[in-house]
């Protein structure tokens, strides 16, 4: 079993629609997460981190986490063509230099 | 605030030459610093990382090799390069001590083996 499990898409929804996009972990270990957005031939970004279950808020984007399911959520409200992108979860144990990351989810957000 | 940067952007080398990828970083002291690699359908493969000047973790064996011979500067090296080093790397850094690791990465350079 992978330690983080993330569906690759692709992802196609009209601008406008709230978007889901989740990762499964199985290492109980981790303890903060991370959600990173890539355009195309560019570098990750990071949007959001978190360390604890529940949810957070950062304008359109809410991450949420859920410890003891092992399962952590980036939702986007009002997605825009500009989202358009592949969004990486990240995780760690904290304090150990290392990111597990999944292997991202391509989103197209249609005009 | 602090800026990363990679160069060069894109390079197209024949096999068995050598290559040197070079990654700065700006406005922090004393960065924890990465390599990645990113293919296509395999997401982000870690390389290389160090905590400090000289000090080189490598988390696969291959024919790449990293320095880092000041605070803010990391280089991958190759001596021969393979068809399969073809790929996109990624340098990134993370606030040492900072217990979550969150890591910000550079452009990235596109790196194709003919």
């Known amino acids: 079993q992978k330690e983080v499990e993330q569906d690759p898409g692709p992802l196609s929804v009209p601008e406008g629609a709230i978007v889901s996009l989740n990762c499964t972990y199985s290492n109980s270990a981790f303890q903060y997460f991370m959600w990173y957005r890539q355009y195309s031939r560019k570098g990750p970004e990071l949007l959001m981190y978190t360390y604890s279950s529940g949810n957070k808020e950062d304008g359109r984007f809410t991450a949420q986490v859920d410890k003891s399911s092992k399962y952590i959520s980036l939702f986007i409200r009002d997605s825009q063509p500009s989202d358009s992108a592949t969004y990486l979860c990240?995780?760690?144990?904290?304090?150990?230099?290392?990111?597990?990351f999944g292997k991202g989810t391509l989103l197209t957000v249609n005009p | 605030s602090q800026t990363i940067h990679q160069w060069p952007a894109t390079l197209v080398q024949p096999v068995g030459s050598p290559l040197s990828l070079e990654c700065t970083v700006e406005g922090t002291s004393n960065p924890n610093l990465y390599w990645y690699r990113q293919a296509a359908g395999r997401g982000l493969q870690l390389l290389f990382y160090?905590?400090?000047?000289?000090?080189i973790s490598s988390e696969v064996p291959q024919n790449l090799s990293a320095s880092r011979p000041q605070d803010r500067q990391f280089i991958l090296s190759s001596k021969k390069l393979l068809l399969s080093d073809s790929g996109f790397y990624l340098c990134?850094?993370?606030?040492?001590?900072?217990?979550?690791?969150?890591?910000?990465f550079g452009p990235g350079t596109r790196l194709t083996v003919l």
């Open positions: 160090s905590v400090g000047i000289g000090q």
């Open positions: 990240a995780m760690s144990r904290g304090s150990n230099y290392k990111l597990t």
């Open positions: 990134a850094w993370s606030v040492p001590g900072y217990s979550t690791d969150t890591q910000y």
